[in-house]
């Protein structure tokens, strides 16, 4: 039986190179919570989401949702969905991977919507 390839789906956090970055953005190699389905990220290549940090001075930013606890060299922080930074990205020219942490759980992934709703304001 032949394993499907790996795509990103919404809800998974994955690894992804910001890079390049411009000003306040984040930059490097990041977790990244991805918001897009796996029909249009397969389709696309693109993969629309947001990053993941465990800066503690996020603990005060209203646009930030503690989302539990990192893992692995960071495992016992705090990690933080930014949804005051919505991306896209190529995630197949990036090199994408699934990031330990697999998934972000329901609770959070509807806290993080919520947030990100109140910034955009879709519905």
């Known amino acids: ?17 910001c890079n390049p970055q411009a000003g306040c953005e984040m930059r490097d190699v ?17 993969v629309i989401g947001l990053p993941m940090t465990t800066a ?5 930013n209203p646009f930030a949702v503690a989302a539990g606890n990192a893992a692995g060299r ?3 922080k705090t990690s933080y969905v930014l949804c ?16 330990p942490l697999d998934r972000l759980n329901e609770a959070y992934f509807m806290q993080v919507c919520e ?9």
């Open 1 to 17: 039986m032949v394993k499907a390839a790996w795509v990103p789906d919404r809800q998974e956090i994955i690894w992804i190179d």
């Open 30 to 46: 990041h977790p990244f919570l991805v918001l897009s389905p796996r029909a249009f990220n397969d389709k696309t290549s693109l």
């Open 56 to 60: 503690e001075y996020n603990a005060d």
């Open 74 to 76: 960071k495992a016992g």
């Open 84 to 99: 005051h930074q919505p991306k896209s990205f190529d995630w197949r020219l990036r090199g994408a991977n699934p990031h």
């Open 115 to 123: 947030r990100l709703n109140q910034i955009i304001q879709l519905a």
